[in-house]
Nanobody
Framework: QVQLVESGGGWVQPGDSLRLSCQAS????????VGWFRQAPRKEREFVAA????????PYADSVEGRFTISRDNSKNMVYLQMNSLEPEDTATYYC????????????????WGPGTQVTVSS
């Protein structure tokens, strides 16, 4: 019943920045933490960052710590991922998903994922 849509991906050069957005439908969004994941070709899906319901807890993967910032605006059902100092290793399809923060930031449901947005970092 919940629908998530990512946007903001694109092609950039190393060192550039991108801001990804995750738009969620329905009031259910307010009841969950939200996370960003990414998957590169021939690689497993990887956790990137998450944000609690109130936005006060924001864990990050070691690979993006200090470069990426996750935020949310509950009044707009929006979650953002500001990505700075992008590297070729950041190239992947980025997905947002609803999470259980009380269960180790695990996904709520297989249906609570967006279709993804492509990020390509290359010279």
């Amino acid at each position: 019943q919940v629908q998530l849509v990512e946007s903001g991906g694109g092609w950039v050069q190393p060192g550039d920045s991108l801001r990804l957005s995750c738009q969620a439908s329905g009031r259910t969004f307010l009841n969950y933490a939200v996370g960003w994941f990414r998957q590169a070709p021939r690689k497993e899906r990887e956790f990137v960052a998450a944000i609690s319901r109130n936005g006060n807890i924001t864990p990050y993967a070691d690979s993006v710590e200090g470069r990426f910032t996750i935020s949310r605006d509950n009044s707009k059902n929006m979650v953002y991922l500001q990505m700075n100092s992008l590297e070729p290793e950041d190239t992947a399809t980025y997905y947002c998903a609803l999470l259980y923060e009380e269960k180790g930031w695990s996904p709520v449901n297989s249906d609570y994922w967006g279709p993804g947005t492509q990020v390509t970092v290359s010279s």
